[in-house]
């Protein structure tokens, strides 16, 4: 990958997908160069350092509601009390007397507590004649303040090194005063599809030729991983082709993807231009579908050869190449999202292989949350996966699954 470590990995047939997974993530180190940026261009990208926090946020103990700051002692236990007004407190105008027992300050949300009150009571709690309030005796002491630090407290690590910035992070690290912070530089991403039968969008389809929808899918599931996307397109099944793709695509990119042309028996230059540039093993994985994947790399860059077909393109990316991306760009990885979920739907599965199926999870008519598959499980049902929010996982040592089971399930949106 991007430093130059040797490759552990080997020729392998059978390899289950935990196996798999491992070999691949074991191999993947993050890029070394930091970007120091303004923090809105860090949307979307990887710290490279922890955050500390210099200040507490708030900096003060404020008001959390438009009321009166009163000290909790003179909160009555039985009856109503009544309070004077000694002053009004705005957001960013702090009062710099003392209230006294027996009085309390007007205050306005965001108003800094003044010395010698502890409590707000609510506007709307409160009857007011000229400057006298009247209270009753159903308050809290120390309610409705925001206390200094409570958010954000001074010296604690607020956001660490691999988190993702999203808008919530931009608006924390604009609270601490930062305007700039360290992040990973994009990850480069090239990938390109093989296979004398595509054509792309635009052009006609002669016969037994089909579109090249691999390059869309990808495009779309590296757009959401935030990487910068070189889309080589379409590479014709010819020796100098090949060769002169897998070479411009590893000179400019950290990754290079490829579909197609991985199984075996494929009459194709892939092979051979991957032994001649690179180190790249092929494997066939204990899975369904998904069985053939490449992996290792050309030169400097890491190489993923995902299989053809559209839906393995889609379950190895996400199996394999996301979370392989993720820790490249920077990332902490967080475990896999899964859930546990009754299915709706029965399937045939013999143990010694991970069947990925692509599922839907729904509530039923008692709001109860369950799964059940999209119908047909080919892997060139791509408009399964268009349907599915999820995958249903059947493990490498299940058996079949009836009607009612319990199964694993993947969402979707859990992927990012
Ligand atoms: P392969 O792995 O090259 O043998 O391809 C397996 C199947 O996937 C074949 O039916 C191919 O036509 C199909 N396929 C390969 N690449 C693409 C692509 N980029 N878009 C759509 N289908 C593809
Ligand atoms: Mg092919």
């Not at 180190?29 to 120091?36: A, D, E, L, Q």
């Not at 390059?215 to 959401?224: D, E, K, T, V």
């Not at 194709?268 to 899975?287: H, N, R």
């Not at 053809?308 to 999202?337: H, S």
């Amino acid at each position: 990958m991007t430093n130059p470590e040797p490759l552990i990995i080997i020729n392998q047939s059978n390899l289950s997908v935990d196996e798999a997974r491992s070999l691949i993530e074991s191999q993947a180190k993050p890029v070394s160069c930091v970007n120091k940026v303004e923090i809105r261009s860090s949307l979307g990208r990887f710290l490279a350092e922890d955050i500390l926090s210099k200040i507490n946020v708030p900096s003060h103990t404020n008001s959390a509601m438009d009321g009166y700051a009163i000290n909790g002692n003179d909160i009555p236990t039985n009856a109503a009390a009544t309070l004077n007004v000694t002053c009004t407190v705005l957001a960013g105008q702090p009062f710099n007397g003392k209230i006294n027992s027996g009085e309390c300050a007007r205050i306005m949300t965001g108003g800094m507590m003044p010395e010698g009150t502890d409590t707000v009571i609510m506007q709307e709690d409160v009857e007011r004649n000229n400057d006298i309030i009247t209270i009753q005796a159903c308050h809290r002491k120390g309610q409705n303040v925001r206390q200094a630090g409570e958010d954000l407290a001074i010296g604690q690590v607020i956001l660490e090194k691999g988190h993702k910035i999203m808008p919530a992070e931009l608006g924390v690290l604009a609270s601490l005063g930062l305007s700039e912070i360290k992040v990973h530089r994009r990850l480069r991403v090239a990938f390109f599809s093989t296979g004398d039968e595509l054509r792309s969008i635009g052009e006609s389809l002669g016969d037994g030729e089909i579109y090249d929808s691999n390059r869309y899918s990808l495009y779309g599931m590296l757009s959401r991983l935030g990487v910068d996307i070189i889309d080589m397109g379409v590479i014709a099944d010819r020796r100098e082709d090949i060769q002169s793709a897998f070479i411009a695509a590893a000179e400019n990119a950290d990754v290079v993807i490829t579909s197609g042309g991985v199984s075996v028996g494929e009459a194709d230059f892939v092979k051979e231009t991957l032994d001649e540039l690179g180190e790249v093993k092929f494997w066939k994985i204990a899975m369904k579908p998904g069985r053939p994947l490449a992996f290792g790399k050309i030169k400097n860059a890491a190489f993923f050869g995902l299989p053809g077909n559209p839906v393995a393109v889609m379950v190895t990316f996400y199996q394999f190449v996301q979370n392989a991306l993720l820790i490249m760009a920077g990332a902490n990885i967080k475990p896999r999202l899964q859930l546990r979920l009754p299915s709706n739907s029965s399937f045939k599965k013999a143990p010694g292989r991970t069947t990925f199926i692509r599922g839907i999870i729904s509530n039923d008519k008692d709001g109860k949350m369950t799964v059940c598959s999209t119908g047909q499980q080919g892997s060139g049902i791509l408009n399964s996966m268009a349907q599915a929010n999820c995958f249903i996982v059947l493990g490498h040592d299940d058996g079949p699954v009836n009607k009612g089971d319990i199964v694993t399930v993947e969402p979707f949106e859990g992927f990012i």
